[in-house]
């Protein structure tokens, strides 16, 4: 992967390429410490991962628990202590097999077979140890100083559900102790954060076994939904997008020609209608080209920016299903531009501009990536250079940073993705930019130039949020939950201090909710310590006003704030002018 600076030179990625060295080492490193505890093992695969590393390993009918992780720690500690070196050595293909095979590494031999006959495999060995690695690895295994065994799942055999489920030990590793803790502390504070369980607590919204993937929104919840699109909606009315609607089922005949049948099939959802194949859309772009076609086009209208909060489904394996974040249908705050080659700078730029102040909007820093031409893609090497340049040239305009992500565009395009880093510094994939060359084509879709001929336009795909509920998802655990006031499906909580102000706390309430801010009012028999820790707490709301006997001979409420002790005394009406503000503003 290469970051490209604004100046056009690659920056230096040394530390990114140390730290994957100091995973995969430790990958190996604990694959040796598991031989040591329980010989029979057969190893399958053991990379190094985004966050550390993890090794997938057979252990017959044993099951691994958590005083076994610290087992395994423990002995993977002595063997750094020990000092072994990494000795790197190649063997030819038969010569591998017969190493692997007095091993008794079946999975490796599976391994060794999928490759050329005329292959040359190469070998790290520490100690006692062997594996069959492409490396490379650290020198010495005291290099290694800062690790810790994170969790035990199952993976299939090559990810196939058919093979046999294998047992995978995962860790993180970090240069030093310091980079480790702070890791750690990052991934206590997550887990406080958690928007399943903030989710729960703030009843926002609830998932069932009647429905697996399918979220379950409350009004809190769909509160905040709501205002996320309310927001959508205005600031894309404002740069010129018009908005549709398009059907959520649709002939497989569609599909076809917009090629998801043949690259998306394994997750789309079918049906049948009529006795004819129908598949539930996936994405919505397919439907707008058929808006798009529906009649003709000038080269004056262009470009055509075309917004759609669809309603979309996508197969997902049950067990990657996550809250919010993994889910089988979402709203998608889809767009498409169709526009001539000449305008692809501008657009790109604009939509660029657009998402980032959207972003800003929520307190959000971001990386981009550009991702370029997978192996399975459609269309000419020259249309996939044109889209590429594109990109490149637009986000070289901007000035901005950006990293090549070799091969991992759509298959009908080159893309810019938005990674998104939260207030804990982790970072979430949300805003792409697709560039399309293809599904016009696949399409026959038209636009009449100048000369009254007839042109192929160019189109992109882009989302702002990517999917709503993930977006929300990602906001519970920025903000753990306290909302600012525009956002926050309670603004106001009303607490009586006894039964005897409950009418005064009524009327305050009436006016609240008459100037249209988002209040309740706690009328249980509870003590006020209690409903003002459950209210800053739980409820997580902005303001609490606490009402009393010298609140209502005065007229007046006593405000407290979600973050603070301190309670202030004021008019309701300066309250109201105050909270409208922050809220008509969308202050965050």
């Known amino acids: 992967m290469k970051i490209i600076c604004n100046d056009g030179n690659i920056c230096d990625c040394a530390q990114e390429e140390e730290l994957n060295i100091i995973r995969h080492s430790a990958a190996h490193i604990m694959a040796q410490a598991i031989e040591r505890l329980y010989p029979d093992v057969n190893f399958a695969y053991g990379p190094a991962n985004e966050n550390g590393f993890y090794y997938d390993v057979d252990l017959g009918s044993r099951k691994i628990t958590e005083e076994d992780l610290s087992a395994i720690e423990q002995e993977m500690k002595k063997i750094c202590k020990e000092n072994l070196q990494f000795k790197v050595f190649t063997l030819p293909r038969e010569e591998a097999k017969k190493l692997m095979s007095e091993r008794n590494e079946k999975y490796k031999l599976e391994h060794i ?3 050329p006959d005329d292959a040359v495999i190469s070998f790290y060995q520490q100690g006692d140890y062997v594996d069959m690695c492409v490396g490379p690895h650290i020198t010495y295994t005291k290099v290694l100083k800062a690790f810790k065994l994170t969790k035990v799942s199952g993976a299939y055999w090559k990810a196939d559900k058919n093979n046999k489920m294998l047992t995978r030990i995962n860790g993180i590793a970090f240069r030093t102790n310091e980079e480790l803790d702070n890791y750690l502390k990052m991934m206590e504070e997550a887990e406080k954060r958690d928007h399943r369980k903030i989710g729960r607590e703030m009843e926002l919204f609830m998932t069932s076994e009647v429905a697996h993937g399918f979220p ?9 939904k709501n205002l996320l699109i309310d927001y959508w909606r205005e600031i894309h009315r404002r740069e010129g997008y018009t908005e549709i609607s398009t059907p959520m089922i649709l002939n497989r005949m569609l599909w076809e020609t917009s090629g998801h049948w043949f690259h998306y099939r394994d997750k789309m959802y079918t049906t049948q209608i009529d006795e004819e194949n129908y598949g539930i859309k996936p994405m919505n772009c397919p439907g707008g ?4 076609k529906s009649r003709p086009h000038s080269y004056k209208e262009l470009p055509i920016r075309c917004g759609e909060l669809g309603l979309v489904h996508r197969h997902e394996l049950k067990g990657t299903l996550h809250g919010l974040f993994r889910v089988r249908c979402f709203t998608q705050d889809d767009a498409h531009i169709f526009m001539t080659e000449e305008q692809i700078p501008d657009e790109i730029k604009g939509v660029i501009r657009l998402i980032d102040e959207v972003y800003g909007k929520f307190g959000f820093k971001y990386h981009l990536e550009l991702s370029t031409r ?6 000419s090497d020259e249309d996939w250079e044109k ?8 986000l070289d305009d901007l000035g901005m940073d950006y990293v090549i992500n070799e091969g991992d565009g759509a298959f009908y395009g080159p893309k810019i993705d938005f990674h998104l880093q939260d207030s804990i510094g982790r970072t979430w994939q949300c805003g792409t930019i697709q560039l399309d060359f293809q599904l016009p084509l696949n399409f026959q879709a038209e636009y009449i130039d100048e000369s009254s001929a007839p042109q192929r336009p160019i189109m992109i795909h882009r989302v702002v949020f990517g999917s709503i509920e993930r977006f929300l998802g990602i906001l519970i655990e920025h903000y753990a939950g306290k909302f600012p006031v525009w956002l926050a499906p309670v603004q106001v909580k009303i607490l009586p201090v006894s039964e005897k102000t409950m009418d005064y706390s009524k009327q305050i309430y009436q006016k609240l909710f008459a100037a249209g801010i988002r209040c309740e009012l706690d009328m249980r028999d509870e003590k006020i310590g209690y409903k003002i820790r459950e209210a800053q707490q739980v409820a997580r709301v ?3 006003l606490v009402l009393g006997a010298k609140e209502a001979e005065a007229n007046s409420i006593t405000v407290r704030k979600r973050d603070s002790a301190e309670s202030i005394t004021m008019q309701l009406e300066k309250f109201i002018e105050k909270v409208k503000e922050l809220n008509d503003n969308r202050i965050s």
């Open 113 to 115: 077979d999928d490759l």
């Open 216 to 224: 379950f929104f409350l009004d809190k919840g769909l509160i905040i």
């Open 289 to 292: 080209m058929v808006v798009y």
């Open 374 to 379: 997978p192996e399975d893609s459609i269309g």
């Open 387 to 394: 889209a590429t340049n594109g990109l490149r040239k637009a």
């Open 542 to 544: 902005p303001y609490m």
